[in-house]
Structures are given as structure tokens and as C-alpha cells.
């Protein structure tokens, strides 16, 4: 049917250097190559198999951030306006791990947060919020998008593309991004709220990413 076609791009792009507000808030690590899926890091032992999250990342219905996954990292702001910049450079677990996967139930990918700042290997707040945004950014190949069995679902990530792409400012603008196709944020199907990260079983490197 004509204009319920999807993209997809033809290569992984560099994602760009998030754009912090403040200067507490990591810079990037360069470009990421994406894990296959299924695709496991070794678990953590010893004093890093249980973890707490920083209460600034923990699931809420009310989260302490506020923050549309899909927009720039820049534009996430804390729900108390008194929380301190610096919070975005504190540990985001204790005791601090030196990297942490994400996982959803909406996306078949795991996320995978590296420390911005490789002289001091722990994962920030900061490296979080940016890990997350640079993930999804991903886009989607056709061999991937062919894997969702369900035809809902797959029209509910299609809609969730162009709806992505059409509240863009400008008419250049919305043509550029639907050129670029799918990205792994689609397949949140509109549910790009953080609502925070919480514990699984599998130890204190791997997290559950909520989103509403």
C-alpha cells in the first residue's frame, strides 16, 4: 500500500557526540558496532554480582528523570529541580561496575553501556542516559525487522517510524530521517518515556529498562 512502506539504511552511521547542557555529562565514545542478538558479555563475579541502581536511575511511576529516549540526550531534565549536576557523574550502581547491559521486553536487543571515561572504567549516571540514546539510534536492518513474527507488531513499529520521523520541524528534516529508516527506538512503539531501570536475576551488570 503506497506510503506504509518502511526504510532501511544501507550502513551503521556514526552516531554523533551527544550534546550535554552541562558540562558534567560524559562526551561520547565513539561510533558503536552492534552485539548479534542473543549475543551475551561473560556475568560479573565476586562483589559486582549484587549491585544497587542510583535512586536517580531506579524504576519509578514517577522517575527522577525526565526523559524521551528517542530525542538527545540533552534534553533530559530531573523532576527536582534542586537535584545537583553533578549526580550525572556519580556511579550508576553501587558498588560501580565497569560496564551493563539493558534489557526490555519491547526491544530484542540487549543495551550496552561502557564508561565514557576509560582512565576511570565505571559506568556513570551520565554514561546511562547517553548509552541509551546512542543504542537506539541503531538502525534496523531487514533480516531483523523480518524476525517479528507478529504482523501488529510489525505494522506498530512501522506507524511508530513515521510518526517518529513526521513530528520532526521541518519538512527537510522529516525527509532526511524517513530516508534513514528504522531505527532500534521503533521498536518501543511510541513508548519512549525512561521510567527507570530495575534489577534482574542474572546479577548487578544486567538491568531491566522500563519505558512508557
Given at each position: 500500500m503506497p506510503g506504509k512502506h518502511v526504510r532501511f539504511a544501507d550502513s551503521i552511521p556514526e552516531t554523533p557526540s551527544p550534546t550535554w547542557t552541562i558540562s558534567s555529562l560524559p562526551s561520547s565514545t565513539g561510533p558503536i558496532t552492534p552485539l548479534p542478538v542473543g549475543y551475551?558479555?561473560?556475568p560479573m563475579q565476586g562483589p559486582f554480582a549484587v549491585c544497587r541502581i542510583n535512586t536517580i536511575l531506579a524504576a519509578s511511576m514517577t522517575p527522577q528523570v525526565i526523559y524521551d529516549v528517542s530525542l538527545l540526550p540533552s534534553?533530559?531534565?530531573p523532576r527536582d529541580p534542586k537535584v545537583p549536576d553533578y549526580v550525572l557523574s556519580e556511579?550508576?550502581?553501587?558498588?560501580?561496575?565497569?560496564?551493563?547491559e539493558l534489557v526490555s521486553s519491547r526491544?530484542?536487543?540487549k543495551i550496552i553501556i561502557q564508561p565514557s571515561n576509560?582512565?576511570?572504567?565505571?559506568?556513570?549516571?551520565?554514561?546511562?542516559?547517553?548509552?541509551?540514546?546512542?543504542n537506539l539510534r541503531l538502525p534496523v536492518s531487514p533480516a531483523e525487522?523480518?524476525?517479528v513474527q507478529s504482523e501488529g507488531q510489525r505494522t506498530r513499529i512501522s506507524d511508530a517510524y513515521r510518526r517518529?520521523?513526521?513530528?520532526?520541524p521541518t519538512a527537510e528534516d522529516i525527509a532526511r530521517d524517513l530516508k534513514k529508516g528504522l531505527k532500534r527506538v521503533d521498536?518501543?512503539?511510541?513508548?519512549?518515556?525512561f521510567s527507570g531501570l530495575s534489577a534482574t536475576k542474572e546479577g548487578g551488570h544486567v538491568w531491566q529498562l522500563h519505558t512508557s
Amino acid at each position: 500500500m503506497p506510503g506504509k512502506h518502511v526504510r532501511f539504511a544501507d550502513s551503521i552511521p556514526e552516531t554523533p557526540s551527544p550534546t550535554w547542557t552541562i558540562s558534567s555529562l560524559p562526551s561520547s565514545t565513539g561510533p558503536i558496532t552492534p552485539l548479534p542478538v542473543g549475543y551475551a558479555l561473560p556475568p560479573m563475579q565476586g562483589p559486582f554480582a549484587v549491585c544497587r541502581i542510583n535512586t536517580i536511575l531506579a524504576a519509578s511511576m514517577t522517575p527522577q528523570v525526565i526523559y524521551d529516549v528517542s530525542l538527545l540526550p540533552s534534553t533530559v531534565v530531573p523532576r527536582d529541580p534542586k537535584v545537583p549536576d553533578y549526580v550525572l557523574s556519580e556511579p550508576a550502581t553501587e558498588p560501580p561496575v565497569p560496564y551493563m547491559e539493558l534489557v526490555s521486553s519491547r526491544i530484542p536487543w540487549k543495551i550496552i553501556i561502557q564508561p565514557s571515561n576509560r582512565e576511570v572504567p565505571i559506568v556513570t549516571v551520565g554514561d546511562v542516559i547517553a548509552g541509551i540514546y546512542r543504542n537506539l539510534r541503531l538502525p534496523v536492518s531487514p533480516a531483523e525487522f523480518s524476525l517479528v513474527q507478529s504482523e501488529g507488531q510489525r505494522t506498530r513499529i512501522s506507524d511508530a517510524y513515521r510518526r517518529r520521523c513526521k513530528r520532526l520541524p521541518t519538512a527537510e528534516d522529516i525527509a532526511r530521517d524517513l530516508k534513514k529508516g528504522l531505527k532500534r527506538v521503533d521498536f518501543l512503539e511510541g513508548s519512549n518515556i525512561f521510567s527507570g531501570l530495575s534489577a534482574t536475576k542474572e546479577g548487578g551488570h544486567v538491568w531491566q529498562l522500563h519505558t512508557s
